[in-house]
Structures are given as C-alpha cells and as structure tokens.
C-alpha cells in the first residue's frame, strides 16, 4: 500500500513538472513538429497581444522636443494608456479604489502586461540586439515561434553607452558599438584591469539556456550556443528583452519581466524585482542556476547548466557590473538636487512635487533616487481579478524600489513594462497614491524626471 502511494505520489510530481515545462519528453513532439505547430500558431498569438496593446495604448512615435536620452535618442513624450469611455484623468483620480473597481475603470493600461504569448513565455529579444549580433558573430536570438512586441521608438536607445565610475574621463567606453565578444578586448584593454576583463568575457559568453541551447527542445531553428547576461543587459544597460519570472507557479501568475539597467548597482542593496537577492554576487550565480531555466534544474541538467564558481567567475563578473555608472545628469548637484542655475522653472517645480506633494521620495530620496527597500502598492485594491491572455491580473505583491536616476533612458517602466512613458507613470502613481496632481504639476515632475 505504501509503494503505490509513493508511485501516485511520484506520477503526480511528473505530470505537474510537464504542465509546468515546455520539454519535447513530456510533450512527446519531435523538433520537427514543435516548429511546424508553433508557426502556423505564431500568427494568431501575435495578433491576440497586437488587439491588446493597440487596446491598452497609443503606440505612435511621438518624439518630445528637446529631450534625449544620453546618445541623443528622442525621449516619447505623452500619456499613451488609453482610458475607458468617458472617462478622464482628473475623474479617475478623484474617485475612491472602491468606486474604480466597482464600476471597472481602471484604465486596461494599468493593468499587469502579458508576455507576447504568455502562456510559453521565455526570452524574447528586440530585433535590433538580434540583427547587431547576428552581424557581429552569426549567433541568432531569433525565435521561431515569437517576435518582439513594443516598436523600437519606445525602447531604450541602441547601442546604450558605457560609463565607468572608475574611468568618469573616457566617457562612452563602448564608443557607440554594442560589446560582444567580437570586439570587447580592443573597446575595454587599457580601461579594466585583468580580473575585470574577465568578468566582462564571462558577461558575453553565451551559455545554454531554456529557449536556446543545442538540444531539440529549444526554440531556435538551429541548435543555440544560449543566451549572455548582456544580451538582455546590452552594453551593461538594457535594450527592455522580456522573459516571465521563473521563481512563479502557477504560470497565469508568472509575471512579465522588465530587464533592469545595470547601471548603478554599485549602490543598490536588493536585486530581483521580488526575489529580494542580497549582492549583485547572488543575482549573477542565480540568473545562470535557476532563472536562465525557468527554475528547473532537471531541464537544466539536460540543456548544460554552467554553474559559475563563486570565488571566481561570479566575483569577476560582478566586480565589472559593480563600474557601470549612470549617465551624466548635467543640472545635478553633488548631493543629487537640481542646481537652480541650470534648471529651468518648470524643472524646479517638479523637483518640489518629488519631495513633498507627489511623495515618490518617500521611496525614492536622492541622491540616487531609491530606499533600497521593497513595497507594496496594492493595486489589487482598483480592479477585480480576471485573466488577460494568459496572465492572471491580481496582486502583484511587494516590489522592489528601482533607482531613478537616468530613468529617462530606461522607457518602458514598471515591473513589467506596463507603463510606456513617464507620463503614463505620472498618472498611474497619481491615481494609486491619490495625490491629486493637476496638469501642471504632472508636467512640471515629468520635467523634473528628465533631469536625473
């Protein structure tokens, strides 16, 4: 009796691994036949999120005047969620958390954004990080059964610049190329020191992992070296690459990845948008253990999981994250203010708003604009639960606080890329911290945000 329960037991385990991972074993699908259906599906998936996104916002390229990001790409002005009808911003905000979950008005923008086919999830690169090493080194991040989802105009702009806090003098380091392997050693020599350089390789190298590896379960038409740490991480910032957390079960709760600049982990304390790791060390080590497979080690053990030797590697490769500095924030002060000699009337204003009407330095005080800590915004508390193309819209639960400085060149915001603009985030934090913010006090901390 005990054996068929522990039999049971053990069948149970196997069939929840299965739902739980793409592997060809449990699906009993050749590679062949994985391609063959996931590209004649491929069109209707896009086509479901495209109906959603063209839904949730406005996703035209409109540039603002005068604001760039750090090598001159347009920063996109305007709030792009898209509110239901007759509705308007000022009503929204003036009504009670009860009242826009009652009389479902919570803006459909607001609410958790879906991976483009959330129900597979895993890594999805733009196409310009996948043309740019494709032409460098003839590795392809392309995916057979999925594209990229938010136009070029509202991601970060690329190639990012590099900005070492050790070497402030040199400027870009990257000299506008993206650093791959092909051409780091001749960017990077008389910048880093032998440990460091190392570090850098072991951030280029790619590895396998749950989407790309050399194994029939994959999602590259031909076997795949992997995946490197800045291949989401371009040039040590972020090019918004978008995966599904891996730490999450079950899957309607997994939430879409926002792939965080790097710059400036130097002064952050927690890394993981929820997982709440203690040092850029333990980020690193588990990125490579857990989170490149979905947080399963026997698919790992399959695909060839490279575990990283912490005195080491792992050390090296942080000592370099560790120098990615922000980007120059020329109307800054030493203790991160605006200096009034710089900063235009509008941009003063919003600085006023951030540290007392707005409350975001409650979470956000300078100089580098976060508390290090996490939290929880409850948005639960405007919307009732229900399921948006695979993902479940409920609590999202504490997040952590992310820096804000050079936020400006870090578009799509939030978590989970919800938010496309700083507009957008203006008004989403005004509605959910009920801060009652007019419309020229939104425009004056927009203002303010470009600055740092």
């Known amino acids: 009796m005990r054996s068929r329960t522990k039999s049971h037991t053990w069948l149970a385990v196997l069939t929840a691994a299965c739902l739980a991972s793409s592997s060809l074993v449990c699906a009993q699908e050749t590679f062949d036949e994985v391609v063959k259906r996931t590209q004649k599906e491929k069109g209707s998936f896009a086509a479901r999120h495209q109906k959603l996104l063209d839904e949730r916002y406005d996703l035209k390229d409109r540039p603002a005047d005068g604001a760039k990001m750090a090598?001159?790409?347009?920063?996109?002005?305007?709030?792009?969620?898209?509110?239901?009808?007759?509705?308007t911003w000022d009503k929204l905000a003036g009504m009670t958390p009860e009242e826009i979950k009652e009389g479902d008005h919570w803006p459909a923008g607001f609410y958790p954004l879906p991976h483009p086919h959330h129900e597979a999830g895993?890594?999805?690169?733009?196409?310009?990080?996948?043309?740019?090493?494709?032409?460098?080194?003839?590795?392809?991040?392309?995916?057979?059964?999925l594209d990229f989802d938010l136009p070029d105009h509202l991601l970060p702009e690329?190639?990012?610049?590099?900005?070492?806090?050790?070497?402030?003098?040199?400027?870009?380091?990257?000299?506008?190329?993206?650093?791959?392997?092909?051409?780091?050693?001749?960017?990077?020599?008389?910048?880093?020191?032998?440990?460091?350089?190392?570090?850098?390789?072991?951030?280029?190298?790619?590895?396998?992992?749950?989407?790309?590896?050399?194994?029939?379960?994959?999602?590259?038409?031909r076997p795949s070296l992997g995946v490197a740490c800045f291949d989401c991480h371009s040039n040590g910032h972020t090019n918004a690459a978008t995966h599904t957390v891996g730490d999450i079960r079950p899957n309607e709760h997994r939430h879409r990845i926002d792939t965080p600049t790097l710059r400036g982990v130097n002064i952050q304390r927690l890394f993981g948008s929820q997982r709440a790791l203690k040092t850029i060390e333990d980020f690193t080590?588990?990125?490579?253990?857990?989170?490149?497979?979905?947080?399963?080690?026997?698919?790992?053990?399959k695909k060839g999981i490279n575990p990283l030797e912490r005195g080491s590697q792992?050390?090296?490769?942080?000592?370099?994250?560790?120098?990615?500095?922000?980007?120059?924030?020329?109307?800054?002060?030493?203790?991160?203010?605006?200096?009034?000699?710089?900063?235009?009337?509008?941009?003063?204003?919003?600085?006023?708003?951030?540290?007392?009407?707005?409350?975001?330095?409650?979470?956000?005080?300078?100089?580098?604009?976060?508390?290090?800590?996490?939290?929880?915004?409850r948005t639960e508390r405007f919307f009732k639960e229900?399921?948006?193309?695979?993902?479940?819209?409920?609590?999202?639960?504490?997040?952590?606080?992310?820096?804000?400085?050079?936020?400006?060149?870090?578009?799509?915001y939030l978590h989970?890329?919800?938010?496309?603009?700083?507009?957008?985030?203006?008004?989403?934090?005004?509605?959910v911290l009920g801060t009652e913010l007019n419309k020229q006090e939104k425009a004056d901390l927009v203002a303010f945000l470009r600055c740092l």
């Open 71 to 87: 090598r001159g790409k347009a920063v996109q002005e305007g709030v792009r969620v898209r509110l239901p009808d007759g509705m």
């Open 122 to 145: 895993g890594m999805l690169f733009p196409k310009l990080q996948i043309e740019e090493v494709k032409k460098q080194n003839a590795r392809d991040l392309t995916r057979f059964d």
């Open 158 to 221: 690329f190639p990012a610049p590099i900005y070492l806090t050790t070497r402030p003098d040199l400027g870009d380091v990257s000299k506008g190329k993206l650093v791959t392997l092909d051409n780091y050693y001749e960017l990077f020599q008389e910048a880093l020191n032998p440990k460091q350089l190392e570090g850098l390789r072991l951030l280029l190298t790619p590895f396998p992992q749950q989407q790309f590896n050399a194994t029939d379960d994959r999602r590259s038409l």
């Open 285 to 301: 080590e588990f990125e490579q253990r857990a989170a490149y497979f979905d947080g399963d080690p026997a698919t790992a053990a």
């Open 314 to 377: 792992v050390h090296f490769m942080a000592e370099f994250q560790e120098l990615l500095d922000f980007p120059p924030a020329p109307k800054l002060d030493l203790f991160g203010k605006l200096d009034p000699k710089k900063a235009s009337e509008s941009e003063l204003r919003g600085q006023e708003l951030f540290f007392g009407k707005a409350q975001c330095s409650i979470c956000h005080p300078g100089p580098y604009y976060t508390d290090n800590l996490m939290h929880n915004l």
């Open 386 to 412: 229900k399921m948006i193309n695979g993902r479940k819209a409920s609590a999202d639960g504490p997040i952590k606080t992310f820096p804000l400085r050079g936020i400006k060149d870090s578009p799509p």
């Open 416 to 431: 989970d890329d919800r938010l496309l603009t700083l507009e957008d985030t203006v008004e989403f934090f005004n509605v």
